[in-house]
């Protein structure tokens, strides 16, 4: 029978999060009690307010944070060769202890009396749209995913204006699509699916779902290896066919390589063996509509878009998720 793993010595740990309120504080507060249940008597934890884009995976790839959360977890492998925003600034360095697994997706969805179903559509017909989505200015990470697709739809910031349409940009996703709702803006481009906002919009308004063709699909994970999904037909009112556009899943949890081992063993047990106090916040919600994915599957969990620390992995292995 495997004993609880403790550390004898006290722990001072800080955890980069959200805003505040959001799902990845409340990853961040599930570890510190957990880790701090079995770590000395005088083990301390802070947890910093972040955004979940770059800022976050900066703060822990400079030490200025011993863990952070970022999301879409793909977005993180950028940053090992410094490719895209982490130009100039690469970490090599940044390992991961888990993943905790959310299904989402970047969607654009459009007015349908406006008449545009592609994004053929929307080059040929050069239709002013008020775009609701959040700013691409080197933290964000939905920003940044839009301009960039935008850009290889043919549609660059500077062509779609020159139209005069415009974006109307707010950080986070419920003010976008209240934008949306309330007539604001005529499209939103954003993630976070499964919340009650999105199928609130949805519901209130005809959308017309817009789907990223193949080929910039194919130059993003090429790229940036950004991988593609599918939403299915009927997850939104309106939503008739499968959509094929970016996946935006998962909360990724970084550290860097010089973490102590048994301090990441230690974090990664807690990830995988007390993953039933982080699912029970959750389980008032369907699964299909949780922000996060229920239930929580440590061998899923394991599958990391970066290396895992040796001290996490040690932990996978041990006990067969890896």
């Not at 970047?106 to 239709?127: M, N, T, Y």
């Not at 939103?188 to 308004?205: C, G, Y």
């Not at 910039?216 to 094929?244: C, M, N």
């Not at 039933?276 to 878009?305: C, F, G």
Request: charged residues 20%; aromatic residues 10%.
């Amino acid at each position: 029978m495997r004993t609880t793993p403790r550390l004898n010595r006290s722990l001072t740990l800080h955890l980069y999060g959200d805003w505040g309120q959001a799902n990845l504080h409340r990853v961040c507060g599930w570890l510190a009690q957990e880790i701090g249940d079995r770590s000395g008597p005088h083990s301390r934890f802070a947890i910093w307010n972040g955004r979940g884009g770059t800022d976050a995976v900066r703060a822990v790839g400079r030490g200025q944070v011993d863990v952070a959360l970022a999301t879409p977890a793909a977005f993180v492998t950028m940053a090992l060769d410094g490719r895209g925003p982490y130009a100039g600034e690469a970490f090599p360095e940044l390992r991961a202890l888990g993943s905790v697994p959310q299904t989402d997706r970047l969607v654009l969805a459009v007015s349908a009396e406006i008449g545009i179903h592609s994004f053929a559509d929307l080059r040929e017909q050069r239709v002013p749209l008020r775009i609701a989505t959040s700013p691409d200015d080197g933290v964000n990470h939905i920003g940044l995913a839009v301009q960039r697709i935008m850009a290889l739809e043919g549609i660059s910031r500077a062509t779609f204006e020159s139209w005069g349409g415009s974006y109307v940009e707010d950080e986070r996703p419920l003010p976008c699509l209240s934008h949306a709702r309330e007539g604001r803006a005529n499209a939103v481009f954003h993630e976070a699916i499964m919340t009650s906002w999105w199928q609130d919009l949805a519901n209130s308004r005809a959308l017309t779902f817009i789907p990223i063709e193949a080929t910039v699909l194919d130059q993003l994970e090429r790229e940036y290896h950004w991988p593609r999904a599918v939403l299915p037909a009927g997850y939104f009112r309106g939503l008739d066919v499968p959509l094929e556009t970016l996946d935006f899943s998962d909360f990724l949890v970084t550290v860097r390589a010089d973490m102590p081992e048994d301090v990441a063993y230690l974090l990664a047990w807690c990830i995988g063996e007390t993953r039933a106090a982080l699912e029970a916040q959750y389980r008032h919600i369907p699964p299909e509509r949780s922000p996060v994915t229920y239930p929580l599957d440590p061998a899923k969990m394991a599958r990391t878009p970066i290396p895992l620390h040796p001290g996490a992995a040690h932990y996978y292995s041990e006990y067969g998720y890896l």
